[in-house]
């Protein structure tokens, strides 16, 4: 058992280490709040940015090529049916092969 003097003369031995590892951590969090601020603040500033001086030249761009769009929907449409269909095909004969194989490979193990 520790007497009461034991315990205050380790706490003040302990004490600057103590202090020290203190001021550490507040200086690295310190830097790391920083570096969120100054994170979030140039990102706000270049949304803002895109905001301001990207959005609306592409905007004008779309809808002065709206028709032009429109127009090319009913073949891209035929083109992506075409290619998911293509895709769905070999994806359900590879899974059909290979089911057949694991079958011959099963009932060669129990046979």
Known sequence: ???KEQIDRAVQDAMP?????LRKEIAEQA???AKVA???SVQKAV???INENLVPDIMATLT???AGILS???SIA????????ESLVASVTEKMERSYERRKIFDALLN
Do not use: C, N, R
């Not at 280490?17 to 590892?21: F, I, K, P, Q």
């Open 1 to 3: 058992m520790f007497t």
């Open 17 to 21: 280490d103590v202090l020290a590892g």
């Open 31 to 33: 830097v790391y709040q």
């Open 38 to 40: 100054v994170h979030a």
């Open 47 to 49: 949304t803002d940015w």
């Open 64 to 66: 002065e090529s709206k």
């Open 72 to 74: 090319a929907v009913p």
């Open 78 to 85: 035929q083109g992506i049916a075409k290619a998911l269909g």
